[in-house]
């Protein structure tokens, strides 16, 4: 379970292919000295097994699930990507509560800016608008993210300054492809709204 507070951008190292996956080593001089093999890591918003770590860089493989749902097979030698650590129990829970479970990817409308942060427009498929609800809560490559609008094709969100230098938002241009994740609140809601009704 992650909060969707980005700790570190770290770097892409090694991207290679894997037995139909694809593994990546990520530089992290952060996050990575406090991984060991087997620990998870939220790498974009996406829950990934640590299956090497040494020194400040760690290695995880994407298998062939995560490569459809999400944008870690596009990523590239020297590539930035933002970096979350699990939740500890007795952690103060700053964002909201993050599976690491991308629903799907998204694609960035527009980026405008609106000092003294930025607005940001991304569309997404009604299976995932369908639980995107105004000043509810949005993951956006591992960030935690408040909605700001909603329309048939999309959602908005304002970013502020710190979210803008302390993760890959600032990378964003027309057309970035983003990991999404739906509050986990709203898919249980609904389950249980089908159930009762």
Same mark, same amino acid.
Request: charged share 25%.
């Given at each position: 379970?992650?909060? *969707?507070?980005?700790?570190?951008?770290?770097?892409?190292?090694?991207?290679?292919? =894997?037995?139909?996956?694809?593994?990546?080593?990520?530089?992290?001089?952060?996050?990575?000295?406090?991984?060991?093999? *087997?620990?998870?890591?939220?790498?974009?918003?996406?829950?990934?097994?640590?299956?090497?770590?040494?020194?400040?860089?760690?290695?995880?493989?994407?298998?062939?699930?995560?490569?459809?749902?999400?944008?870690?097979?596009?990523?590239?030698?020297? =590539?930035?990507?933002?970096?979350?650590?699990?939740?500890?129990?007795?952690?103060?829970? *700053?964002?909201?509560?993050?599976?690491?479970?991308?629903?799907?990817?998204?694609?960035?409308?527009?980026?405008?800016?609106?000092?003294?942060?930025?607005?940001?427009?991304?569309?997404?498929?009604?299976?995932? !608008?369908?639980?995107?609800?105004?000043?509810?809560?949005?993951?956006? =490559?591992?960030?935690?993210?408040?909605?700001? *609008?909603? =329309?048939?094709?999309?959602?908005?969100?304002?970013?502020?300054?710190?979210?803008?230098?302390?993760?890959?938002?600032?990378?964003?241009?027309?057309?970035?492809?983003?990991?999404?994740?739906?509050? !986990? !609140?709203?898919?249980?809601?609904?389950?249980?709204?089908?159930?009762?009704?």
């Amino acid at each position: 379970m992650f909060t *969707g507070l980005v700790e570190e951008m770290g770097t892409i190292e090694l991207a290679e292919p =894997d037995e139909g996956g694809r593994r990546l080593t990520v530089a992290a001089p952060v996050v990575g000295q406090g991984l060991g093999v *087997g620990d998870s890591v939220s790498l974009n918003g996406c829950c990934q097994t640590v299956v090497h770590a040494e020194g400040a860089s760690f290695t995880v493989v994407a298998v062939p699930e995560t490569l459809r749902r999400t944008n870690l097979g596009a990523l590239v030698e020297g =590539d930035r990507v933002n970096l979350e650590r699990p939740v500890r129990m007795m952690d103060r829970l *700053g964002g909201h509560l993050v599976q690491g479970h991308v629903d799907a990817v998204g694609r960035v409308r527009l980026v405008r800016e609106e000092p003294p942060g930025w607005w940001f427009s991304i569309a997404a498929d009604e299976d995932v !608008l369908r639980y995107v609800a105004l000043k509810g809560s949005i993951t956006v =490559d591992g960030v935690s993210l408040t909605v700001a *609008g909603v =329309d048939a094709g999309g959602f908005e969100v304002a970013i502020i300054p710190h979210t803008w230098e302390a993760t890959i938002l600032k990378q964003y241009r027309q057309g970035s492809e983003v990991n999404l994740e739906v509050d !986990l !609140l709203a898919r249980y809601l609904e389950r249980l709204v089908k159930e009762v009704s």
